[in-house]
């Protein structure tokens, strides 16, 4: 096993797990409300392609490290883990922009009138239904793997790798879950970016 990188002290850490988490939470339910107009010079949906490689990458590094730390090779699985922190980090500021200057897209609607007609519904049929269990399934996940990741990787900070091992195992599948189906997501709604226009 890996020595401790840093000193364990609950009190501090649970305080700024929690400072860190309701400021994330804040910051993306408040901002999600405002559209900012400006003239950037590339397409605003860039940023949405963005959040679909950075998912993409965080996937990849999910799956290596849990193949790492099953081989034992710890210091490659703790690099691993890092490198996905700061890529989801990465997707956190992307997803903010995108929101900040696209605004909401609607799936199904092709037009771009933001609401979705009783025809354009028939058109996407049962994959609406897949969509919107994707999409509220991947939205409070995402809203609370945050705080999971933070504890897990302070457990394996501070060299409490059974605690570490406890909490990855049910941190491990959900940060998946979210990174998938923000692929999917992307996907599945990209054909309506720009719908209308």
Known sequence: ???????????????????VSVIVFIA???????????????AVHTFAGINAWLNTAVTVCLIAALWAV??????LHKNIMLAAIVLSVLFLLSY???????????????????????DEKSAIASTRVIYYVMLF???????IILPMILYTAYRALTGEYTRHKK??????????????TGVAIYWMIKPYYGAGS
């Not at 096993?1 to 400072?19: V, Y």
């Open 167 to 180: 909490l990855a195992r049910i941190t491990w599948p959900v940060w998946l879950y979210v990174a998938i």
């Open 96 to 118: 903010i922009a995108h929101h900040l200057f696209a605004g909401n897209t609607y799936y199904g609607d092709v037009n771009g009138d933001g609401v979705v007609s009783e």
């Open 1 to 19: 096993m890996l020595k401790p990188l840093i000193k364990k002290n609950d009190k501090l850490a649970k305080r700024l797990i929690i400072a």
């Open 28 to 42: 993306v339910t408040a901002l999600s409300r405002v559209e900012l107009q400006a003239n950037l010079p590339f």
């Open 70 to 75: 099953k081989s034992k090779n710890y210091t």
């Open 137 to 143: 399934t991947h939205i409070p996940l995402a809203g």
